[in-house]
């Protein structure tokens, strides 16, 4: 079983500030995705990331994915209260047709 | 379009009660999922299809039982419903497995 453990669970900044958030496993990942999830809603779709030591940016989100696909972290740059959300990775492997979910990152902006 | 959607929002039950949940994409995907999520753990992979007419279970499949009659539906069913089974409950699909998941609302379940 490929297990995704994502560090810190709690986050609580000031707007503003910069932040990482990390996503690991032991496992090989084909791919690996970031969803951001608002109160009351499902997942959204950030990223999908796929080659190892590939970094994508969005807006004030980078994300990459470690060379050896086991890892990947989101750094958000002078984060602002919207960015406020539980932040999860997924994972998917060579063969399965899912992914796999990490517990999350809950990440409070405080204006 | 709608997007994905589910039935009902929310849902009281009492120890062993039956109910069925409800999801209905419009993206005229392929593949579509039944998730739950407790706090701290995430989201778990309860059962999922690959298309029209075919189910397989995943990760915690036990106590559900799951239908894709047409290819726009899934159903997640508990057929003796009990306290363990509460949780929020998200449905999803995507064109293709590993793709871009699109979930619905959520469904928020209370089995007392």
């Known amino acids: 079983t490929q297990l995704l453990e994502q560090s810190p669970q709690f986050l609580s900044i000031q707007e503003g500030e910069n932040l990482t958030v990390y996503c690991n496993s032991s496992?090989?990942?084909?791919?690996l995705q970031w969803y951001r999830q608002e109160p009351g809603e499902g997942p959204v779709l950030l990223v999908t990331?796929?080659?190892?030591?590939e970094v994508k940016k969005l807006k004030r989100l980078t994300f990459q994915f470690g060379d050896a696909r086991k890892d990947s972290s989101l750094h958000i740059t002078a984060a602002q209260p919207g960015d406020t959300g539980l932040y999860l990775c997924?994972?998917?492997?060579?063969?399965?047709?899912?992914?796999?979910f990490g517990p999350g990152t809950r990440l409070s902006v405080l204006p | 379009n709608a997007g994905v959607t589910q039935t009902p929002k929310f849902r009281v039950l009492k120890t062993g009660q039956s109910m069925t949940l409800l999801c209905a994409q419009d993206?005229?995907?392929?593949?579509m999922y039944w998730y739950r999520q407790d706090p701290g753990m995430g989201l778990r992979l309860i059962h999922y299809?690959?298309?029209?007419?075919?189910?397989a279970k995943g990760e915690v499949p036990d106590g559900y039982n799951v239908s894709r009659l047409k290819k726009q539906n899934f159903l997640l069913g508990l057929e003796s419903a009990a306290p363990s089974q509460t949780s929020v409950y998200f449905c999803?699909?995507?064109?293709?497995?590993?793709?871009?998941?699109?979930f619905g609302p959520g469904t928020r379940l209370t089995v007392t």
């Open positions: 999803a699909s995507s064109y293709r497995g590993l793709y871009e998941q699109y």
């Open positions: 496992s090989v990942f084909s791919s």
């Open positions: 990331v796929v080659t190892g030591g």
């Open positions: 997924a994972g998917g492997g060579f063969k399965g047709q899912n992914f796999v």
């Open positions: 993206m005229n995907h392929e593949y």
């Open positions: 299809s690959v298309g029209e007419g075919t189910t």
